[in-house]
């Protein structure tokens, strides 16, 4: 409102001063004499001034004559300057809408139509820049997969479009499924743009596919510096890399270096399990029992788990069942209701022979939360305190049909995985892996050898051949228990 009233009020200013002005020219006397063939013209003030503009509109006029007719002649002569630029005009008006209508068709999804515009543009604009990127996007839309790849490498040859080529081509190999190529095409594509995160995440996808860890962890720390990835989850990524390059510490070539890895992926990640539980078998592996404990005890209350209670019966292997039940119980008191550690104290209790402390264990699992190894300690507990065959057989057949329990579970394809990996086997997601009940129930039969895990060092070399006995007649009694007819069964299930 302001502005438009101060745009008024220079106006009326402007034109009052011209009245002014014109005013005092009439009023003034003199003028202007001029001679022409003998002939003497006298102009007033006002005349004068109103000749003097006229004179300066008929010498622009006259210059911009004189410009189209030099013009003229030098097109004439063969010179494209000045008509031919109005031409070129008209033609590039023409091609930049040809290129609209193809990006246009392109986006929805017409495109024989988006390549017939392309190749209009092309004709008309000679830029290949601008029209090579909608020829190939248009010819992988109408599955032209050959013409795609000849106009991307026509971009890489340009400075300007080598990135887009580059990345083009990698899609390609991606499609067709040849990862190698495109894991170089990927590597390529970031020397040119460092930043562009879709680039990082292919990169990073394919160098885990590849177990290329060390490649990994340098494209995890592009993705932090370029701040495309939060720390904390760059933290927990470069923990489980780190894990991954220490994959082979329990074999007999694993390194002092493989050691350290594993050490700092822990150092890194505390939470990770696999990597507590390798950390812990490097300390063990150098002598430092204590500092494997406190590695297992600290990510036991985190979560406890299976894999550190085996790791944490490694540190003592040949103690007692007795010693190892009172060095557990230290663990044990971290979670003493998680199932995982009513299960853990149930199969140490067993192993001691105390069949009715195992039970105590156990408490109340097996009626809010049974799983398969709950029913499978159940008859470990029964047939040690000399239940019938019935009883035991009952047990052993709800454990084929219970629900496994928590296992390691891909949260991108709910893949079922026996045991952790840094990349999901069955969609190549990377550290999606977590420990949980999966939402399909797995029913797959088991055997109590392979569900009671802390069954291991000196226990295990006593009982040695009658542990081979059980589990040979345990997966006779599962077969016989699957085959006996339901009278036979329903008598132990309700016991």
Known sequence: MLWSLLKILVFVAIIALLALGA???????????????GTEYTLGPLQSVIGFGLLVVVVWLFFKLLTLLIATLKFLNGDETALSRYFDRGRERRGYQ??????????????RLAMAKAARAEKLLQKPELTNLLVAQAAEMTGDTKKAAETYRKLVTDQSTRFVGVRGIMKQKLAEGDDETARKLAEKA??????????????????????DWAGARATLTSK??????????????????????????LSETA????????????RLSPDLIPAAAMAARAHIAKGKPKNAAKILTKAWQVQPHPDLAHAFAEIVPDETPAARIK??????????????????MAELNIVAEDFPEARRALGDLLEHSPDARAY???????????????????????????????????????????AWAPVCVHCNSFDTLSWRAPQVTDTSAVTTANMLPLIVGAIEQRSNEAGEVDAESDQE???????????ETEEPLSR
Request: with cysteine.
């Open 23 to 37: 005013g005092f020219l009439m009023e003034a006397s003199g003028g202007v004499q001029i001679t022409v063939a």
């Open 98 to 111: 040809a290129l609209t209508e193809g990006l246009m068709a392109l986006a929805s999804g017409e495109g």
């Open 190 to 211: 970031l020397a040119l743009k460092p930043r562009h995160e879709e680039t990082q995440d292919v990169l990073l996808t394919l160098q885990t596919r590849a177990q």
């Open 224 to 249: 932090l510096k370029t701040g495309t990835l939060p720390r904390d989850v760059y933290k927990r990524r470069d923990a489980v890399l780190a894990l991954s390059e220490a994959r082979d510490l």
């Open 255 to 266: 390194s002092i270096d493989q050691q350290e890895r594993a050490i700092e992926a822990n």
């Open 327 to 344: 060095r557990f119980g230290a663990l044990a008191k971290a979670h003493p209701q998680h199932a995982e550690t009513r299960l853990m």
């Open 376 to 418: 499978t300690l159940m008859a470990a507990i029964e047939r040690g305190e000399g239940a019938s065959d019935a009883v035991v057989q009952g047990w052993l057949a709800r454990a084929l049909t219970a629900p496994r329990g928590p296992q390691w579970v891909c949260d991108n394809c709910q893949h079922i995985h026996a």
């Open 477 to 487: 009694e599962v077969e016989d228990a699957v085959e006996a007819p339901d009278e």
